[in-house]
């Protein structure tokens, strides 16, 4: 078992020549983390060691392959943890060099149905009909459970201030129909908080963005205004606010703006210090985004056999409404080269085995084991000329 020591990870990467395509670089434009704020944030929720680490069965490891290269490309939500994951793994397998471009999740999905990359990471599942058209052979292999939390800039609160969202206020906020701290709405939600009468500053992702596609999923299935006039998606006609590009991009700009209101993945939030609130959930609770309370999401949701599924606005007293999950996509039948391919498979067993315990240290939360041991499972399907170059190991 590997032992790791997390540090910052970089939000940029060099990118190796991908294969079996030309060279193609990647458009999107990588975001710069930017200044902290100075002020007392408010507290947030840290990530808790888990009873149960998953590992790889004993008798496994990596095969010591040689000479590859790997290119990945997308979603920024999960760009902390790939680039720890990343890290440490050269390590332990120093023959393969893995870079992963966090460009958005639109991105990597058109960067993967071209062949532009080996893999690609994403946080709102292919459609069906996209798949069959473009990408028959695709598999999506979930690697982690994310919290997709509000975060805001607002100075002159009482310290140790934790504010409250109901999902009325996050959707009136984010149509524009909510423009002042102050507003009724605001302070209903927080009884005795003394709220400042100062503007509102929506801010969302300019690119195409998973992060966006669970934040529109939740807001859609909460407000039917929402639903009807905005709709959900990587991307959408937003009523409110300025974008920014990437989870570092959206922070950074709450981080700048007085009165700004974002939605992040949560390690963003932790890394820039950024307050989290508690959201009120399907039963009418407020809560924050734990490691128990983001698991509860994923209970009792039925699993697909495709593994692709939403966990936004999930029944349960104690789940946090706004997660999701964050896929790998893989092909099964058009890998042409078998060492790339056997590394690439190893890479992911590896993550979801070894590497589950990086995920909480960085705030995110581990599949649960139905879902891990299924996400395992499509491995077991990647063939190269008909040759299978994956089987799970017996545990």
């Known amino acids: 078992m590997s032992t790791f020591v997390i540090t910052a990870p970089s939000q940029a990467q060099t990118q190796p020549t991908p294969t079996p395509r030309p060279e193609v670089t990647p458009t999107r434009p990588r975001a710069t983390p930017t200044p902290r704020p100075r002020r007392t944030p408010t507290p947030r929720p840290q990530a808790a060691t888990p009873t149960a680490q998953p590992t790889a069965p004993a008798a496994w490891a990596p095969r010591q392959i040689s000479g590859v290269a790997l290119q990945g490309s997308g979603a920024t939500f999960p760009n902390p943890l790939y680039q720890a994951w990343i890290s440490v793994y050269k390590n332990v397998v120093p023959g393969v060099t893995i870079s992963y471009q966090a460009v958005g999740s639109g991105q990597g999905q058109r960067d993967f149905i071209r062949y532009l990359t080996d893999f690609g990471g994403t946080d709102s599942a292919l459609p069906a009909d996209r798949i069959a058209a473009e990408a028959p052979d695709t598999l999506h292999v979930p690697m982690v459970i994310g919290a997709v939390v509000p975060t805001y800039n607002l100075p002159g609160l009482p310290a140790g201030t934790v504010l409250r969202f109901s999902p009325e206020t996050l959707s009136g906020i984010y149509l524009g129909e909510i423009t002042r701290w102050n507003d009724p709405k605001i302070v209903a939600d927080n009884p005795g908080v003394p709220l400042p009468d100062l503007s509102i500053t929506p801010v969302y992702r300019s690119d195409s963005s998973g992060t966006t596609a669970i934040w529109t999923d939740y807001l859609a299935k909460v407000s039917e205004a929402w639903r009807t006039r905005v709709g959900a998606g990587t991307t959408v ?38 307050p989290v609130p508690t959201v009120k959930n399907a039963a009418g609770n407020y809560v924050l985004p734990t490691p128990e309370t983001v698991s509860a999401a994923a209970a009792g949701v039925t699993i697909p056999e495709d593994l692709r599924f939403s966990i936004t606005n999930p029944q349960g007293a104690n ?59 499509q491995l077991n399907k990647v063939r190269v000329r008909g040759e299978q170059v994956f089987t799970t190991p017996p545990r």
Not at 350 to 355: F, S, V
Request: proline share 5%; hydrophobic share 45%.
């Open 319 to 377: 789940s946090y409404p706004i997660a999701g999950l964050t896929w790998i996509l893989i092909r099964s039948q058009t890998y042409t080269d078998v060492p790339k391919a056997q590394a690439l498979t190893d890479f992911l067993y590896w993550c979801l085995t070894e590497g589950q315990g990086a995920a909480v240290r960085l705030g995110y939360v581990q599949l649960p084991t139905e879902v891990r041991l299924k996400a395992m499972a």
């Open 237 to 274: 006609r937003w009523p409110a606010g300025i974008g920014a590009p990437g989870n570092a991009g959206v922070a950074g700009t709450v981080v700048r703006t007085e009165g700004a209101i974002g939605y992040v993945e949560q390690a963003f939030a932790i890394g820039n210090r950024l």
